[in-house]
């Protein structure tokens, strides 16, 4: 599994408390700045470095400690 398919499966589950509804609203945030969430979780984007600083500043963004996945 890819580190931007970790980091944005953690922050999803972390945001979102389980909740299924909630996951898709936190999905739908990710989108609305930028990110190809379907894209990413499906494994059809490679990792780079602006992708990753992208997530990093989401999780930050969204009160998500990422320091462990890493």
Do not use: R, W
Not at 35 to 63: R, T
């Amino acid at each position: 599994m890819s580190t931007a398919k970790q980091i944005l499966n953690f922050i999803i589950k972390e945001k979102s408390g389980g909740n299924s509804f909630h996951e898709l609203n936190v999905q739908m945030k990710i989108m609305m700045k930028g990110l190809n969430v379907k894209g990413i979780l499906e494994g059809n984007i490679p990792d780079d470095p602006v992708l990753y600083d992208k997530l990093m500043g989401i999780a930050n963004e969204f009160g998500v400690d990422v320091a462990n996945l890493c």
